[in-house]
Nanobody
Framework: VQLQASGGGLVQAGGSLRLSCSASGRSFSTYVMGWFRQPPGMDREFVARISRSGGSTAHADPVKVRFTISRDNAKNTLYLQMNSLKPEDTAVYYC???????????????WGQGTQVTVSS
């Protein structure tokens, strides 16, 4: 599966953005999907994951309540709604696909190219 992330940009603290990740091919619904991010000068970290059907989700503690992962299997698209953004949310955001329901980066087999999110104070 090929993944294309979009929707990043520059936003003021307290603002919102919605990231999208479009998947090619017919197998999107067979993958667990996740969002990761890499802040400047730091390692990539888990943000959220969603089950194949979308019925189960998990979010990292720093983004709980503020971010929501979702998917539309009919449109082959993954989303990340980000509200109440903080400067520390500044990072390159990546979508990824896995055959496992996992938070672990190495458990994801396919990655999008990343989209930059910058939150100004």
């Amino acid at each position: 599966v090929q993944l294309q992330a979009s929707g990043g940009g520059l936003v003021q603290a307290g603002g919102s953005l919605r990231l999208s990740c479009s998947a090619s091919g017919r197998s999107f619904s067979t993958y667990v999907m996740g969002w990761f991010r890499q802040p400047p000068g730091m390692d990539r970290e888990f943000v959220a994951r969603i089950s194949r059907s979308g019925g189960s989700t998990a979010h990292a503690d720093p983004v709980k309540v503020r971010f929501t992962i979702s998917r539309d299997n009919a449109k082959n698209t993954l989303y990340l709604q980000m509200n109440s953004l903080k400067p520390e949310d500044t990072a390159v955001y990546y979508c990824a696909a896995s055959t496992q329901y996992t938070n672990v980066e190495r458990g994801y087999d396919y990655w999008g190219q990343g989209t930059q999110v910058t939150v100004s104070s």
